[in-house]
Nanobody
């Protein structure tokens, strides 16, 4: 079982940057697709980005393409989300999650999940 803990959230002005980290413990993350999701108040949890086990293929939500970059370091059991040019609509709790499958964007296909980290972007 993989245990995930997210850090790095905070309050930032529009146009600013944040780097989220997801630290994994327990089992190795090597066989897993790793992903970031987010959930804004009153909205459904939505897919943001995912990265394949080897790190050489990624998928992004259209609205974050060119602004967000997902990466992973399997040797360190870490997954990252670099977020640049942040917008108020990026405000949400951001979650790290794992899946044995590749290319899926539905949250019910991912398990386990971290506890989330709050990102707030002011205008």
């Amino acid at each position: 079982q993989v245990h995930l803990v997210e850090t790095g959230g905070g309050l930032v002005q529009a146009g600013g940057s944040l780097r989220l980290s997801c630290a994994a413990s327990g089992d190795t993350i090597l066989p897993y697709t790793m992903a970031w999701f987010r959930q804004a108040p009153g909205k459904e949890r939505e897919f943001v980005a995912q990265i394949i086990w080897s790190g050489d293929t990624t998928i992004y939500k259209d609205s974050v393409k060119g602004r967000f970059t997902i990466s992973r370091d399997n040797s360190e059991q870490m997954v990252y989300l670099q977020m640049n040019n942040l917008k108020p609509e990026d405000t949400a709790i951001y979650y790290c999650a794992a899946s044995r499958m590749w290319g899926l964007t539905s949250s019910d296909q991912f398990h386990p999940w971290g506890q989330g980290t709050q990102v707030t972007v002011s205008s």
